[in-house]
């Protein structure tokens, strides 16, 4: 059984309605995130996750909280980290203690070593009158 269908089967036997994802994809040049959804219309999403997560030595566990935490941006009003997906993500939690579903995840949780590079500016603005 793939991660994603256990994420579904264990959504659908806690009763939370997700949305229809018609595209899941790996992404090989994702650094600084390991999944992201994207509203396509209506009840319809793109789901990519990172490559990272496919590496042998990153625990299934890791990549099933992704696909969880993806998964439940299709719920509905649940595109953002607060309010609903917030409420969700801990029922899941409290409910199915196999998951750990964060809005972030720290390097230490997942043995992921992300190396998200500072922006590189080429100018800066500076107030001429307090600097």
């Known amino acids: 059984m793939s991660l994603v269908a256990i994420c579904k089967a264990d959504l659908d036997g806690l009763g939370i309605k997700y949305g229809r994802v018609s595209n899941w994809t790996i992404n090989t040049h994702a650094k600084c995130r390991l999944g992201q959804c994207r509203k396509i219309a ?16 990153v625990d299934d566990r890791v990549t099933l909280n992704t696909v969880m935490h993806e998964l439940l941006h299709t719920v509905p009003s649940c595109l ?46 500076r107030c001429t009158k307090c600097g």
């Open 42 to 57: 209506g009840d319809l999403f793109d789901i990519s996750i990172s490559s990272m997560l496919l590496a042998d030595e």
């Open 80 to 125: 953002n980290h607060n309010g609903k997906w917030k409420v969700y993500a801990e029922f899941v939690n409290r409910r199915l203690p196999q998951y750990n579903i964060k809005r972030v995840a720290k390097e230490s949780e997942t043995g992921i070593i992300v190396e998200c590079k500072a922006p590189v500016y080429r100018y800066i603005l």
